[in-house]
């Protein structure tokens, strides 16, 4: 495998993205967004938004850095965009206007591509540490290391967005409106913190 790949870099890249990515941490997020759903639908949601965040990141991985530099975009600002967008989505969340998402035209669920897709799991955290990642590549067995890490990360991601309907089915109505405001409450937390990183940041740089 080692001739494939580098193994100490694979296990760095999957480790820091499951950390930030937090696969068992999307699941009261998911069962919020998708909570007036059927089974089918919410598990089209699930593939959808792996897809979204899978193609974002490796999109970034590749040409964010390029394309952050010709539009004169530094890192922070991405991540202060990325936690108001969060927040918004947050403050529906503890309101409960997220409870009935509203279907765009050919039966897509729009929360699956926004804000579930990104920036939630392709978030700024995401984004930034596959950037530096690919940066360090300098061959193929570095590469593939990176790609496996970001593929076996999508996979955790998935497999705990598709069995959510056991939690659903677990905690029934009432209690998956609870997990709405809880959600709610972190995704705001998330949020803040992201913006409160990205002004430091900003200040540092002054």
């Known amino acids: 495998m080692s001739r494939l790949l580098d193994v100490q870099l694979f296990i760095s890249v999957f480790v820091t993205l499951f950390v930030i990515m937090d696969p ?12 007036s759903m059927t089974q089918h ?10 897809a979204v965040s899978f193609g974002v990141i490796l999109g970034f991985a590749f040409f964010g850095q390029q394309v952050l ?28 206007k997220l409870e009935d998402p509203t279907p765009v035209p050919g039966g897509a669920v729009n929360v699956a591509m926004v804000p579930l897709g990104t920036p939630l799991l392709a978030g700024p955290g995401a984004i930034v540490a596959t950037m530096v990642y690919a940066q360090q590549v ?22 705990s ?11 029934g109505s009432s209690g998956t409106s609870l997990i709405s405001r809880i959600a709610g409450l972190l995704l705001a937390a998330i949020a803040v913190q992201l913006l409160a990183e990205a002004v430091l940041t900003f200040a540092r740089q002054v």
């Open 138 to 159: 300098d061959g193929t067995k570095q590469w593939a290391a990176v790609l496996l890490g970001l593929v076996l990360v999508h996979a955790c991601l998935y497999l």
């Open 24 to 35: 068992p941490g999307t699941v009261p997020v998911f069962l919020a967004l998708t909570s």
């Open 161 to 171: 967005m598709r069995f959510a309907d056991v939690v659903n089915r677990v905690l």
């Open 69 to 96: 530099t010709y539009l004169h975009v530094t890192l922070p600002a991405l991540q202060a965009a990325g936690g108001l967008l969060l927040l918004l989505i947050a403050m529906e969340l503890l309101t409960g």
């Open 41 to 50: 639908q919410r598990k089209r949601a699930a593939r959808q938004a792996i």
